[in-house]
């Protein structure tokens, strides 16, 4: 059983950075997609960022490209979403997410394909 523990999350001003991790337990996540989700409330749960297994390539939703960047770090079996120049609306609780299956996937933002998620961090973003 693969279990997912998301740490990192806070309170940040605008304009500021953040640094969420997730660790993984029960699977070595190396050869599979792993992906980070939010959801603000009464909003449902959006695809922020993913990573492939293998060569590790990088996918993003639009409004944070160029501020958030995913990251893994196979020997600590952890994945990292590195957030710069937050804004208001991007306060959310973010969840960790990791492939149902291994292989490449045809679309990393599809929440159907993840199978294991975290638990959630709450990120608050202040004006």
């Known amino acids: 059983q693969v279990q997912l523990v998301e740490s990192g999350g806070g309170l940040v001003q605008a304009g500021g950075s953040l640094r969420l991790s997730c660790a993984a337990s029960?699977?070595?996540?190396?050869?599979?997609?792993m992906g980070w989700f939010r959801q603000a409330p009464g909003k449902e749960r959006e695809f922020v960022a993913a990573i492939s297994g293998g060569y590790g390539t990088t996918y993003y939703q639009d409004p944070v490209k160029g501020r958030f960047t995913i990251s893994r770090d196979n020997a600590k079996n952890s994945v990292y979403l590195q957030m710069n120049n937050l804004k208001p609306e991007d306060t959310a609780v973010y969840y960790c997410a990791c492939a149902a299956r291994y292989g490449s996937m045809s679309n990393y933002g599809r929440q159907t394909d993840y199978g294991y998620w975290g638990q959630g961090t709450q990120v608050t973003v202040s004006s």
């Open positions: 029960g699977r070595t996540i190396s050869t599979y997609a």
